[in-house]
Antibody, heavy 116, light 111 residues
């Protein structure tokens, strides 16, 4: 079965970077885009961008351009999201895989806490 | 880019039915929408993909109590025979021009 397993919680200071991993299994890793979505405390879901694991091409939401980098390691079927942090980036970060168009699989989430 | 509009909250009694609405913005009424459930403290869970025709495909393990329908720009999620575990946030989602879009979510309270 399809599984997306994310790395553990992180605590960082403003100005630092965080790199979250999403290890996939149960399907052809290069056959589907991977999205990153975040959720600030008490808020809704916010799309950050996607990576095409086959080509490495990316598309970032305008809000995060210049601060986020999405990469992948096809040998490990793993995607990564690196974010340069501000104080308001405290959130749970999810990786998500679409079916044909919309999301069908979610990772368990990674809590990133930004605190000085 | 489409905008998805959801009511912020809804409530219904245990054992009853509730119909949640997600409305697509003008010019996007034909778009496919997905519904996701997020129980407190948990990751979102995919429920179904819903087309403008009203045809829907549910995710694995989603109970029969969950169904979808459409009318114009509105996409509906109906939950029948409400259970306590249905108390959750429900989000709709669509996709356009290489961008994923989420509605603001509806918080469902089971009375």
């Amino acid at each position: 079965q399809v599984q997306l397993v994310q790395s553990g919680a992180e605590v960082k200071k403003p100005g630092a970077s965080v790199k979250v991993s999403c290890k996939t299994s149960g399907y052809n890793f290069t056959g589907y885009y991977l999205h990153w979505v975040r959720q600030a405390p008490g808020q809704g879901l916010e799309w950050m961008g996607w990576i095409n694991p086959n080509s490495g091409a990316t598309n970032y939401a305008q809000k995060f351009q210049g601060r986020v980098t999405m990469t992948r390691d096809t040998s490990m079927s793993t995607a990564y999201m690196e974010l340069s942090l501000r104080s308001d980036d405290t959130a749970i970060y999810y990786c998500a895989r679409p079916g044909t168009v919309t999301t069908e699989y979610w990772g368990q989430g990674t809590l990133v806490t930004v605190s000085s | 880019q489409p905008v998805l509009t959801q009511s912020s909250s809804a409530s219904a009694s245990l054992g009853s039915s509730v119909k949640l609405t997600c409305t697509l913005s003008s010019g996007h009424s034909s778009y496919i929408v997905a519904w996701h459930q997020q129980q407190p403290g948990r990751a979102p869970r995919y429920l179904m993909k819903l087309e403008g025709s009203g045809s829907y495909n549910k995710g694995s393990g989603v109970p029969d109590r969950f169904s979808g329908s459409s009318s114009g720009a509105d996409r509906y999620l109906t939950i029948s025979n409400l259970q306590s575990e249905d108390e959750a946030d429900y989000y709709c989602e669509t996709w356009d021009n290489n961008t994923q879009v989420f509605g603001g979510g509806t918080k469902l309270t089971v009375l």
